[in-house]
Nanobody
Framework: QVQLVESGGGLVQPGGSLRLSCAVSGSIFSIYNMAWYRQAPGKEREWVAVILKTENTAYADSVKGRFTISRDIAKKTVSLQMNSLKAEDTAVYYC?????????WGQGTQVTVSS
């Protein structure tokens, strides 16, 4: 049974950095494309970064140049390094399979960018 556990969120000032981590258990991790998604209050969940099975990466325009996705196959973790954070990055961040999810979502990790 697959489990997704996100961590690393918090309160940060504009321009600051955070590193999110997602532990994926119970699956053959390396066969999936994995992504980070986020959901801001009152908005739909959106994709922000993906890492393919080929290790190629892609980013939403809103985070390109500021966020970096990576993964550790041996540790079965997916990370998101977020730099130059803006107020509009405030959201709950989730990891999941891409483009279709596992059929469920983890608890997410809250990122709040505010002075």
């Amino acid at each position: 049974q697959v489990q997704l556990v996100e961590s690393g969120g918090g309160l940060v000032q504009p321009g600051g950095s955070l590193r999110l981590s997602c532990a994926v258990s119970g699956s053959i991790f390396s066969i999936y494309n994995m992504a980070w998604y986020r959901q801001a209050p009152g908005k739909e969940r959106e994709w922000v970064a993906v890492i393919l099975k080929t290790e190629n990466t892609a980013y939403a325009d809103s985070v390109k140049g500021r966020f970096t996705i990576s993964r550790d196959i041996a540790k079965k973790t997916v990370s998101l390094q977020m730099n130059s954070l803006k107020a509009e990055d405030t959201a709950v961040y989730y990891c999941n399979k891409f483009p279709t999810d596992f059929g469920f979502w983890g608890q997410g990790t809250q990122v709040t960018v505010s002075s």
